[in-house]
């Protein structure tokens, strides 16, 4: 039967990477990086395997047998079932060298993966976390190690693969522990044990140093004896109804914590009891000075006791007869200052008064009617002040119609006072100017045909006379072969006559 060449059992282990991302992706990112490194290594053996098969198949003389591959344990089966393991019998005298250099090259292989995997989880406190696994796997190293320095290199290579397996079981629980040191530093916290918190939050920044909950975490332990401390101090100033000393305390702790949930409860609760004092001082003051008749400061005191108290009968109650008291003596004021303004024609005024009454009461029909009044008034001087200051509109047949009715309806309003009449006569003044026709003369050579926009098309004479309303007109004239002219006349009131020419006279 020929000899077929020894190959090596080892089994091949991906080595871990540190984890350095935040919590929550960190351990996919972890796994993903672990397994691109392994088939970085399993390449890189593979490679040796094939450069020295040829050696191998030359000058190696022993062979395993399949019951013997059979009956060899996994690595993690023997991690678990067992510490350590005996050392193999000395190979006898002459063993092939080609064989123990292989030995040698596979167990330096896995002596590197070990190390790799076994450095990455220390850059990870793994030794604060993995309790007997680490020790485990560190104990399996230091019997490689001694195996190794014997020259026993298939068993050393075994147990750096064993001792390489558990590395990887515990990179696998490394987002576990640190959920695990998040909580154990919180309940820290919340008991006030600063050296605790510090400790499991600073092992878990190792495994995720830009995690916020473990920084924050970290930054509170600095300070939570501190924050007890004052928190004490709060409570027993609270126990005396020493409340302002209480709510320092309170604010301090807070201050130096802004996480502290028994500071915040604290300070919650002492505000309340402060409230409730400002609320009966505020009470009290607003109810003085409204039996003085000082309405404006019982109801600033009043208001400020609702603030304090939103849903209280007590200040509703209260307030109602304050404001109805400010509303009876506010409602005269108002409707004389309305008064004064509207005998003056100031009608912007006088409807500022009313609608302020109507705020008080939208019921008080003197106020309802002087709005309305008011209103119309304003009006009526909008449009008359349009007409007045651009008379030009009137130009047009449609303004100046409206200016028309404007006049009509002027007339009719009540009460007109002098200033009212007298826009009134003024508009009427304009009208009858604008209506007033004057007298144009239009020269031709029967021979232009002559038009006159927004009048018409007057045809080919040699004189023309028409009346045209004061404005601005457009004359045009055209003619067979010859350039069109185009004159543009100002009518304005006041001209006796105006005399205009128009003659096509350019040839094309």
Request: with cysteine.
């Amino acid at each position: 039967m020929k000899d077929v060449p020894a190959q090596p059992i080892a089994e091949t282990i991906t080595p871990l990477r540190t984890i350095k991302k935040k919590a929550g992706s960190d351990r996919d990112r972890f796994k993903l990086r672990y397994r691109l490194k392994g088939l970085t290594v399993v390449c890189a053996f593979i490679l040796l395997i094939i450069g020295g098969g040829w050696l191998l198949v030359f000058l190696s003389k022993k062979s395993f047998l399949p019951e013997d591959i059979a009956n060899t344990p996994s690595p993690v089966e023997a991690v678990r079932s067992e510490k350590t393991i005996e050392p193999p019998p000395e190979p006898p005298p002459g063993a092939d060298s080609a064989q123990l250099e292989l030995e040698k090259t596979g167990a330096e292989q896995n002596l590197a993966k070990y190390l790799e995997a076994k450095g990455e989880l220390d850059q990870i406190a793994a030794s604060e976390w993995g309790e007997e696994s680490y020790l485990e796997m560190t104990e399996l190293g230091r019997q490689a190690d001694a195996r190794f320095m014997e020259k026993q290199y298939a068993p050393a290579s075994e147990l750096y693969n064993r001792a390489t397996i558990l590395a990887a079981e515990l990179a696998d629980r490394t987002m576990d522990a640190f959920g695990r040191l998040l909580a154990e530093g919180q309940k820290a916290l919340d008991d006030g044990n600063g050296t605790i918190a510090q400790h499991n939050f600073s092992v878990a920044l190792k495994i995720a140093p830009d995690d916020a909950v473990a920084q924050q975490g970290l930054k509170r332990a600095e300070t939570i004896e501190t924050v007890m401390q004052l928190i004490g101090s709060g409570q027993q100033h609270e126990a005396n109804s020493a409340l302002s000393l209480a709510r320092s305390d309170y604010s301090k702790a807070l201050e130096i914590d802004s996480r502290s949930e028994k500071a915040r409860l604290g300070l919650n609760r002492i505000n309340t009891l402060i409230k409730e004092e400002q609320f009966q001082q505020s009470m009290s003051g607003g109810l003085a000075a409204f039996h003085r008749k000082d309405y404006k400061s019982a109801r600033t005191r009043l208001l400020k006791a609702r603030s304090l108290k939103p849903g209280s009968r007590e200040v509703s109650d209260a307030l109602f007869q304050v404001d109805q008291a400010i509303r009876m003596s506010g409602i005269d004021s108002l409707r004389l200052a309305a008064q004064t303004a509207e005998r003056s024609e100031d009608w912007q005024k006088a409807l500022k008064s009313y609608l302020a009454v109507l705020d008080i009461d939208k019921n008080l029909q003197f106020a309802v009617r002087g709005k309305e009044r008011a209103l119309e008034q304003i009006h009526i001087a909008k449009r008359l002040h349009f007409f007045l200051t651009k008379p030009q509109v009137l130009e047009s047949e449609s303004q100046l119609k409206n200016a028309i009715l404007l006049v009509m309806e002027a007339g009719e309003i009540n009460p007109r006072g002098p200033m009212l009449n007298a826009r009134i006569k003024k508009l009427e003044h304009l009208v009858e100017v604008a209506q007033t026709p004057l007298k144009i003369t239009i020269e031709s050579d029967n021979l232009t045909r002559v038009a006159v926009y927004r009048v018409g098309k007057l045809g080919r004479f040699s004189v023309h006379q028409l009346e045209l309303r004061p404005g601005t007109y457009t004359v045009v004239g055209t003619r067979d072969g010859y350039q069109d002219v185009r004159q543009k006349i100002v009518v304005k009131p006041g001209l006796q006559s105006l005399r205009i020419t128009v003659k096509c006279k350019v040839k094309i």
